[in-house]
Nanobody, 123 residues
Framework: QVQLVESGGGLVQAGGSLRLSCAAS????????MGWFRQAPGQEREFVAQ????????YYADSVKGRFTISRDNAKNTVYLQMNSLKPEDTAVYYC????????????????WGQGTQVTVSS
């Protein structure tokens, strides 16, 4: 298992941008697909984006497609989530996860989770 630590959350106005980072420990990061999820107050955790182990394939939730970009730097054991054109409905705790696959449009996590980072978008 890898240990994951998210950072980069904060308060931003609607229309602004933030970049989240997820730093992973361990030497197996580069062989793992990774993903981002989020959970708003009173709601279930939902899928945001997934990236393959090489970075060559990505998959996004419809709600963020065209606004968010997931990427990774295997040399730095880090996965990123660039969030542009933020909306108040993007407000949530954002979680990084390891070993994320998307099968028939359904995301599945078989690895570890980070502790989350808060993103708040004001209107």
């Amino acid at each position: 298992q890898v240990q994951l630590v998210e950072s980069g959350g904060g308060l931003v106005q609607a229309g602004g941008s933030l970049r989240l980072s997820c730093a992973a420990s361990g030497r197996t990061f580069s062989s793992r697909s990774m993903g981002w999820f989020r959970q708003a107050p009173g709601q279930e955790r939902e899928f945001v984006a997934q990236i393959s182990w090489s970075g060559g394939s990505t998959y996004y939730a419809d709600s963020v497609k065209g606004r968010f970009t997931i990427s990774r730097d295997n040399a730095k054991n880090t996965v990123y989530l660039q969030m542009n054109s933020l909306k108040p409905e993007d407000t949530a705790v954002y979680y990084c996860a390891a070993d994320v696959t998307v099968v028939a449009g359904t995301p599945r996590v078989s690895g570890s989770w980070g502790q989350g980072t808060q993103v708040t978008v004001s209107s």
